[in-house]
């Protein structure tokens, strides 16, 4: 029998999607991580610390990670056999931006749902992480943020017309990424409201091209690939209409040296892929090391569109959603999904 947790600690990791040309599938975790801490208590509480706190609402009905919980807790997850949701308290400790394009709803989902069923003394198996990527996916509507978020890594994620499913692609060593944030957020329906409800041929073809380009790139360390392969004809040109900051940063940062640029997700975040000091793809030179000039070329591009933000040097990671601690402690603890 489980045996149920009185308070859990888990941790997601920011992610980037689309990457360019992989609209709606394929997506990278990076090294910005959240905290969620959920304990059994009298009565309902709720802390926010770190990004967000001044938007996101502390009523649980309106809260992600509180929904994913639930329904983690709920019989309809296919995982557990509960009928009623605890009381509970949250402390949410986010380092990753609020509607900026980086995964921030993934997350909060994906740590809820981590969350629940650590609560329930569930422990997850091969077979159950499908499931994981399933229920976040339906509740998230595409996989590209929660694929990455559950499993780290530059994950593909497809739906075979009866579930999601997501593969992985290596990252080369040494990558870093640079990413200009800026003050001002979008949310995802304004930014999915501009896209045309069709395409033309050419632009699919543009597309599927580059996209296997981009995973070509990643599993050979063809670094020198990356500003062609993270081109796009789908959603970076509509939107650019509603931020027009997005090419003039884009082409800035490859002409400091980025091997490719492109918007995070719906944005607003624009992300440069470099060589930076982690590692070593090739040999890494010192004149290799571009993320300071690309960072100051990103923000000088954006201030002459008086576009204010900040930047982030960041890396990708492999280790998705992950348990930091339970109590009553016991052999999970720090299990990965």
């Not at 040494?174 to 995802?188: I, S």
């Not at 580059?210 to 500003?227: C, E, I, P, S, Y």
């Not at 918007?263 to 090391?289: C, F, K, N, P």
């Amino acid at each position: 029998m489980p045996v149920e947790r009185n308070r859990v600690v888990v941790r997601v990791p920011a992610t980037t999607a689309n990457m360019g040309p992989g609209f709606d599938c394929i997506g990278m975790a990076l090294g910005i991580f959240n905290e969620l801490i959920v304990e059994r208590s009298d009565a309902f509480a709720m802390e926010i610390i770190g990004e967000g706190q001044a938007e996101l609402p502390r009523d649980a009905s309106n809260l992600a990670s509180y929904q994913a919980l639930s329904l983690a807790l709920r019989p309809r997850s296919g995982l557990l056999a509960r009928s009623t949701t605890p009381t509970l308290s949250y402390v949410l400790k986010n380092a990753i931006p609020f509607a900026r394009g980086l995964g921030s709803s993934s997350a909060a989902i994906v740590a809820g749902l981590l969350a629940g069923l650590t609560l329930a003394g569930h422990e997850l198996s091969v077979q159950q992480d499908e499931e994981l990527l399933n229920i976040a996916a339906d509740l998230e509507g595409h996989p590209d943020n929660v694929a990455p978020c559950i499993y780290g890594g530059l994950q593909i994620g497809v739906h075979t017309g009866r579930r999601w499913m997501s593969t992985r692609v290596s990252v080369p060593h040494g990558l870093q990424a640079v990413l200009f944030v800026p003050d001002t957020p979008m949310e995802t329906a304004t930014a999915r409201a501009v896209l045309l409800p069709t395409i033309q041929r050419s632009e699919a073809v543009f597309n599927i091209g580059r996209a296997a380009m981009l995973v070509h790139a990643f599993n050979t360390g063809r670094l020198d690939k990356l500003q062609e392969a993270t081109r796009d004809a789908l959603h970076q040109p509509q939107r650019s209409g509603i931020m027009p900051v997005l090419f003039p940063v884009i082409d800035a940062a490859i002409a400091a040296g980025a091997h490719g640029a492109f918007l995070s997700g719906a944005g607003s975040t624009i992300l440069a892929l470099t060589s930076g000091r982690r590692g070593d793809v090739y040999v890494q030179r010192s004149d290799e090391r571009k993320e300071k000039e690309v960072s100051d070329a990103m923000l000088a591009a954006a201030r002459a569109h008086n576009m204010p933000g900040k930047i982030y040097v960041t890396h990708p990671v492999e280790l998705g959603a992950h348990v930091v601690s339970v109590e009553p402690a016991d052999a999970s603890n720090s299990q990965s999904v």
